[in-house]
């Protein structure tokens, strides 16, 4: 009788991308028995919960992406099978907490000749993960050529608590164009997304 093996992955699974509600994780295509492989499955839930969702991709398939389905600051199991013959084969899986969502309409409230006084809006989703906000700030070089780069002696970074969703920058330039973000960060130190604005405080 002609005997093949189990499938094997070439490596291990990879998140090659993640946001507060998504994930998109990548696999290696089967190394031996390929032929014999009608799909992959997979499959993820909460780690705090028994319910899992199942999905099945093609053998030509690589990815798998969730969609924006999943919970911020939740921890989720992603495991990966092939279907072999009547059979399926656990082929590996990843843990993987999600980030806190980013901070909403980062906008500015007033401005003078040496400040940036900024307001933004803060999740439902956040108040029970995030542990602080990190606003941090640069000096745009007007002698680059699209005004995109920041000067390297001028970044500055402060931490703020959870529930301040307005700050005022002080002791700026004139007349001059700052880039700002605002992140929120996880007590694991797991950080949302960046927003960011470009401003310019006022002249004389």
Partial sequence: MYNVSEPSLMSDIAITSSTAHSMRIQWETITNSSACVSLYIVCFGDIGSDEQICTSQPTYS???SSGDVLAACSTYNVSLRAQYQDQQFYLGNIVH????????????????????????GIPLDNLECVE????????????????ETCSPTSNTSVNVNTDISIYNI???LECSQYSITVTSVTAKGIMAHNVTTKLYTVSH
């Fill in 62 to 64: 690589w990815m798998w």
């Fill in 97 to 120: 907490m999600m980030g806190p969502e980013e901070v909403q309409n980062l906008t500015l409230e007033s401005r003078t000749i040496s400040s940036l006084q900024i307001s933004w």
């Fill in 132 to 147: 602080q906000q990190i606003i941090s700030w640069c000096y745009i070089d007007p002698y680059d050529e699209y005004w």
């Fill in 170 to 172: 002080t002791d700026l």
